[in-house]
């Protein structure tokens, strides 16, 4: 297992570039099983995650080549097993998101029930719920959901009562080959759901209202090959924007874009750090304490639970009080007693955390139990006095891609070492 050490309290400068959405290329990886034609991605970030998704395909019948660069892939090839089995789905939940494509091409798809995880029980109920309204018998045995669907889907009326954005995607990919049309309110406005759904219009797909939270689909009989690149990765953007504001930095976050991140920026400057954009990305800079304020996550357009950990490194730090109320997960505050044992002043009260700002955080070994929460402790490790040892950095590689070579490229001290097995 490897881990990073981090030697604090040096300010970054320069440029990092924005690697493509994991939780973007993931889905329109999956948006592949639609059609048998190569789906040619651009711009998809070089992470475990989407390593997972190409083996997941590959068992699914997929051929998954390597693209014209290294960050190109092309799947092709027709779907020849349903079955997506346990050893990949309890790696990856977002393995589930096959279960629709699998049901709207193959009328029949096996998958396992994904389980809880490190930040909350998250059921897969509100995904189910929408595929038998649009026709698919469901059962589950044996830890898997066997799902049928012999006469095809048929459009239907869905609405969701909670914008999931997982089960927006499911439902939405499913609805592109059913017959007639399907109509998902309260579907999910994430800035990767637009992403997903212009790349399936690509495929020939007919789907409207990405960004009204009610998404109309009209059913096509197939879908064919397509071009597409990924969109940059907001949370990884949003999270090196943490980075130069809590070393009290100046960077460039090349491909980041401002308006898929409002709520993070708006944050970010209300603490007192600069933001602004030009044609190459967005820069953030602090030269003066940051002060805290309050947040609550909220699905898209509101503050995104995947910034929440980093955002509660920067208020360790930050002058006076703040508060964050987490309303997505129900235990998404794992990063908490790390950053305490690193100094940080922060009680829990039910979902919200209240945090008393500190003048210094001191280096210490601490445990990454999840990806983003990993991120929270690099950030504290950054400006924090003396060593950090971040132990279990398989969660991060995961999700963002060369992380120690980004931020090493701008002045941080940060190390990977490799223990033997
Ligand atoms: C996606 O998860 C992201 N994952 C998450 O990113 C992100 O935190 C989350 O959306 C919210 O923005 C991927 O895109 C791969 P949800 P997803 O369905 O789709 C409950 C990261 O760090 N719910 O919107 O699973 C659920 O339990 C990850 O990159 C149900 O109750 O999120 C949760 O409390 C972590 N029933 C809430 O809704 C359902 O059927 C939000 O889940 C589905 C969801």
Redesign the pocket.
Known sequence: MSYFTIEGRRPLKGEITISGA??SG??LMVASLLSKEPLILHNVPNIA?IHTMCNLLTTLGKTVTKGADTHSLIIEGPVTSIEAPYDIVSQM??SI?VLGPLLARSGEAKVSLPGGCA???????????GLEILGAEIELENGYINAKAPRGLAGGRITLP????????NLLMAACLARGTTEIINA?R?P?IADLVQCLNAMGARITGEHTGNLTIEGVESLHGAEYSVMPDR?ECGTYACAAAITGGDLLLKGGRLLDQEAVMIALQKMGANVSEDEQGLRVSASQNLVGIDLMTE??PGF???MQAQFMALFAVAEGASMITET???NRFMHVPELNRMGANINIQGRSAIIRGVPRLSGAPVMAT???ASFSLILAGLVAEGTTILNRVYHLDR?YEGVERKLANCGASIKRIEEAA
Request: proline share 7%.
């Open positions: 994991k939780n993931l889905k995650d939940r977002a998101l930040i909350g029980t998250r059921p897969v109920d509100l995904h189910l719920k909670f914008a999931s954005v997982g089960a927006t995607e999910a994430e990767e949370i699905p898209y995104p639970t995947d997505i997960f129900e999840d990806l983003r999700g």
